[in-house]
């Protein structure tokens, strides 16, 4: 019997990316299965009950949806960040849960250039900022979208630091940019700070006081990668103290009223997740999940696999 895939995405792709990922599943003699907008979760247990793979988004994977999904062989979360599947719950039903890296980095590391101009030039309150060219900006994670963040940095004549304890040094010079050992170091060195750290044990709260502590004057926050990093309490803290420090996100913290009610001129968040949101992210990301799901099929190809 031909595999059934089912896209499950209660914010839906683009109409684009929907025809190019049935052109693949189609192609490889598949069938596929929409599911989009919905609101209820029994509608996605229902509709995962009977297909052998799944590609989502930000939609939320946990026990109930693997203990429904009696066929599903894999998932994969069309996009770099899989914190909303529950990898052990993968694991036991036998899933192999995969994501896409590498697809929406282009247009997230674009979004920190936005973000960052729309912060230096004081959210376009009409008053005189600064620039980006000489300034040294300090990458805290050299992964994709790091990687794509440093290419764009260089155009902008800005002198490129980056800290990735699972990178060697010469990994990262060789691509023009200067490794540094530690994040202190990181934080020290550089006024404007991306970051692009995955939320992982280690890395949660870990932008906290101390580390902010390190930044020169008139220093810059950066964070497209995910809220739970920063520590929200901590850096409130260091804001009221350090009031030439400005913050903008893509990720909403949960203390956002506070930060706006505080810090309303040197504090900006998007108002919903925008770093992947292109059309060409979109369209990417969801074209290579449905090329990952048949190659798994047709040739056992695990290569992003991301669970045990
Ligand atoms: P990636 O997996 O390609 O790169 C992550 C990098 O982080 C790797 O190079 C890894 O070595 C490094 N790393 C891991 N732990 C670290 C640590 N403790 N200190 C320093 N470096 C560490 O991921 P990516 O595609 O570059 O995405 C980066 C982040 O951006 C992720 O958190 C992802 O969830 C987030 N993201 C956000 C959006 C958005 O819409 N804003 C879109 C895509 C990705």
Redesign the pocket.
């Known amino acids: 019997m031909s595999k059934r895939v089912l896209i499950a995405t209660d914010k839906p792709f683009a109409a684009e990316a929907v025809k190019g990922i049935r052109n693949v599943i189609e192609k490889a003699g598949y069938e596929l299965v929409l599911l989009e907008k919905y609101t209820e979760k029994q509608q996605l247990l229902d509709a995962v009950a009977d297909v052998d793979a799944a590609i989502i988004r930000s939609d939320i994977f946990d026990k109930d949806v693997f203990a429904a999904g009696k066929q599903l062989k894999i998932v994969v979360r069309a ?3 899989y914190d909303n599947i529950d990898l052990d719950a993968a694991t036991s039903h036998g899933v192999c849960a995969m994501n896409t ?2 697809q ?2 282009n247009a ?1 590391a674009e979004l920190v250039f936005g973000l960052a101009v729309y912060a230096i030039r004081n959210f376009y309150n009409g008053t005189s900022g600064t620039e980006l060219l000489g300034k040294k900006l300090g990458i ?7 990687r794509n963040v440093a290419r764009i940095a260089k155009g902008f004549g800005m002198d490129v630091y980056a ?5 060697s040094a010469e990994a990262i010079e060789k691509e023009g940019v200067k490794a540094v050992k530690t ?1 202190e170091e990181l934080y020290t060195t550089c006024q404007y700070v991306s970051l ?5 044990a ?2 949660k709260n870990s932008i906290n006081y101390d580390l902010l502590s390190k930044l020169p004057k008139k220093a810059l926050l950066l964070n ?3 809220k739970e990093v920063i520590n929200e309490v901590e850096i409130v803290k260091f804001m009221e103290e350090r009031t030439d420090f400005k913050y903008v996100t ?2 909403k913290p949960g203390n956002h009223d506070e930060l706006v009610a505080k810090f309303a001129d040197r504090y900006f968040s998007t108002p919903k ?4 949101q292109t059309s060409e992210a979109n369209t990417n990301a969801g074209i290579a999940a449905a090329n990952q799901i048949v190659d798994f099929f047709e040739n056992g190809n695990e290569r992003f696999k991301v669970n045990k």
């Open positions: 996009g770099a960040g890296p590498g929406n980095a997230v805290h994670a050299y992964g994709n979208v790091g800290f990735d304890p699972f990178l994040v692009h750290i995955p939320a992982t280690e890395t497209t990668a995910r893509d990720i997740k925008m770093g992947a």
